[in-house]
């Protein structure tokens, strides 16, 4: 198989979670090469060179890798209540807890909304 000029041999590299087994060919369809690559959660997955090469590198296995770090909605439920709490103590003239200023004092005394599935 004729290799064009630009073609790079990732074999071995390493980028993020993710590290290069061998190359599994080009696609017809992108005309890109693909790799085989091993993520450090254990799965495998198939990364087209253009991802290993260029920035935003896909660090990797899937968007469901355990590995990679979730968005911060942390506690963005609680946080909505939280707010809507005081903004009702005020319309209703109730003194809202000094304490309960504080999201993390709040968050304690009502606890984390239950998870709805
Ligand atoms: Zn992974």
């Not at 290993?52 to 990797?60: G, N, Q, S």
Request: glycine content about 6%; overall charge positive; hydrophobic content about 35%.
């Amino acid at each position: 198989m004729k290799r064009r000029s630009d073609w790079v041999d990732l074999t071995g590299q390493k980028v993020g979670k993710l590290t290069v087994l061998n190359s599994v060919g080009r696609t017809s369809q992108h005309g890109q090469e693909r790799w085989q690559c091993q993520c450090e959660c254990g799965q495998q997955a198939l990364v087209y060179a253009g991802q290993l090469l260029k920035p935003p590198f896909r660090e990797y296995c899937s968007r469901d890798c355990p590995l990679r770090p979730k968005r911060p909605t942390f506690l963005k439920k609680e946080r909505y209540c939280w707010y809507k709490a005081m903004i009702k103590a005020r319309q209703e003239g109730v003194p809202f807890h000094a304490q309960w200023r504080k999201f993390e004092a709040f968050l304690a005394a009502v606890g984390k909304a239950p998870i709805l599935t």
